[in-house]
């Protein structure tokens, strides 16, 4: 290899290593995955866009169209077999829900992260999964059971690790009703025993007006509740309420059942959710604004901007390099074949 070649080639693997680099070390940590997926796909919302009712659905929130599959219709009909008092329109129903996610006799830990139907038999047959397993179950059964049904996040720094719960609407009661099936919990006002909707709860807790936060831990399974104590919890809850969004869809069994996204799952879980995102079946996430941490929201888009900066160049780098690469070493075979016929 002559010097001019040989430098030339040193100097093009460096221009692709570099940028490479960077995108692989902004997207191999779990947590910065996280918060590029929630960047990409977050804004910070008005508080008036979080008050509606199912009767009145925002046109950009994806609401579920593909029917529940044949275990979740009939799972549906079991837990309504299974509470046969039960009002089938709000709070008891998802208490039902909860209460047969939680059939499995010890909980064995570990994200499933699969499809609806593999998740499901990992909850209640083997005690796995994660909150956002139990969120994306749970929306599977409410919408089975023909139950409006939405999922929150919250996170602890910079819309990073957090935790997912569900709200249902309670059509008796004409309100959202914040269930936490991960979590065998939900929130209740201590006096009237008025079940919570997700800002209920967080406007007692981040606004509580110089006194203690008016709000009650109603269990659902006692045994399965993780915290030591209610003022734990409430702590636990209160801390995450500053970093609080709306999943902006329920969409699970269009998600699900879409082949694109299920071939893309083979590759890894980066790429399911980049072509969910490119198919915009993935839903966005609406950042609540009141009470917010304004620093973690910048720190969220910081991280956003940093990785599609990282990705422009690592394209931009292979398209430039990777030309002068094919050129400097398809000079000398052009040569040798002209030498050679001549």
Known sequence: MSAPRGLTTLACLLGLITPTLWFGSLVTPGEEAVKIRNGLAAEVAQAGEFEWTPAQVPKSFKLNQADPTTRYRSVAATIRADNPNMANDGLDAALAISRHLMQAPVRSGGAIQRGLDESYQGITAKGRGYCADFTRVFSGLAIAMGLPVRTWSISFEGFGAGHSFNEIYDAARS?????????????????TR???????????????????????????????????SDA????????????????????VFDYDQSRAIKAAAHASRHVERAVAIGLDVYPDLKIYPRGRSQRDVDALFRTRDRFVAASLLLVLSLAVFGYLLVQVWRAPVTDLLRRHTQ
Do not use: C
């Open 232 to 251: 734990l919890a409430l702590d636990y809850y209160r801390r995450g309420f500053s970093e609080l969004a709306l999943v902006w869809g329920n969409n």
């Open 175 to 191: 309100k959202w009703v914040m269930v936490d099936s991960f979590h065998s919990l939900y929130f209740v006002d201590p006096t």
């Open 194 to 228: 008025e079940p919570l909707s997700v800002l209920e709860l967080h406007d007692r807790l981040l606004f509580p007006d110089g006194k203690a936060a008016d709000v009650a831990i109603q269990p659902i399974v006692a045994a399965r509740i993780p915290f030591k």
